[in-house]
């Protein structure tokens, strides 16, 4: 059963009788879907949302046991007021007052047949655990297995979880006989099955507490383990490894450990996507003349790089293969950008030949068409 039912009246959404044939139900769904379909009423958020609820309400009444369920959850609460019909002290509407989840209230009381149950003493997945790892650029790009130390909440040592002393055993609540649950009535309506005030929902009584624990038979756990940070991983980005966190309670799945990567920035290397980057300086002649460079790569072996003639500052070249791993096993591309440097100082026989070339290209203004188009 969806504690999402409450207060939705999916009889009325249809338009149809309580007592509809499933046919019924069917054609209902069908004519007003095409009414309020998105494709039929683009832009209209008040389409889309009839949409939904009816989409929704067909979904609980086609199927003959959600519509059970919600049949049943209807004449506990009052055929067509849903939660609406329920007062709860404090105030508050449907959802109950403040703070309050009429989810969490249903959760623990019923199952699809209307039998109670009791969550007590069941299976508990542990708690989720956050940390943090700092590695450099070339371990990010390699992969790189790290030490890392976690804090978390696990069973007591000492008392191995019980929450007794060493050497004693806590004993079965006699007021819930183990159950760690207990029924009372509520406003004579229904009776509310909630956790034994006894026990604390626990099933068992602990009459002399363990020192360590204080009885609660969960204590603060502090463990390093051996992590794997994959390759290609990006500053700032979240691992998550599971089974990895907290231990679970009796017998429960452990959490997950969520790791927070920190990089350190490359001296040279720059990442762009799955590929690294690096900005080279050519000469003036290189630049104009054309040539072959050799650019470092991040695995310390040069590549070499043919810059043609006419190359222009800031232009990009690809030296494919070069980069680091990516996440499918190969490797990423290195962007090259060359960097036009002008000489501070020039010798003699540089200088008479940049006069000679100035000389040469004749009195063509290279910046005239920024004036023509300013211009126009």
Known sequence: ???????KDFYKVLGVDKNASTDEVRKAYRKLARANHPDAKPGDSQAESRFKAISEAYSVLSSPQKRKEYDDQRAMFGSGAGAAGMRFPGGGGPGGPAGFDISDLLGGIFTSGGRTRS???????????????RITFDQ???GVTVPLRTTSDAACRDCRGTGARAGTLPRVCEHCEGSGMQTSAAGGVFAMTEPC???RGRGMVVDDPCPTCHGSGRATSSKTMQVRIPAGV???????????????????????LYVTVHVSPHKLFGRSGDNLTVTVPVTLDEA???????????DGRPVSLKIPPGTPT????????????RG?????????????QVPPEMTDEARAAMQAYRESRGDKDPRSALFDAAGG
């Open 234 to 256: 990006k500053d700032g980005q979240r691992i998550r490894l599971r089974g990895r966190g907290a231990s679970g309670e009796r017998g429960g799945p452990s959490g997950d």
């Open 314 to 325: 800031g232009r990009t070249f690809r030296a494919r293969g070069k980069g680091g791993r």
């Open 288 to 298: 104009a003349l054309g040539a072959t460079i050799s650019v470092p790569t991040l």
């Open 328 to 340: 499918d096993g190969l490797n990423g591309d290195l962007l090259v950008t060359v960097e036009v």
């Open 1 to 7: 059963m969806s504690s999402d039912w409450i207060g």
């Open 197 to 199: 005030t006894a026990c």
């Open 140 to 142: 990010a790009i390699a």
């Open 119 to 133: 969550t007590a003493g069941q299976p508990r997945r542990g708690a989720d655990v956050e940390t943090e790892a």
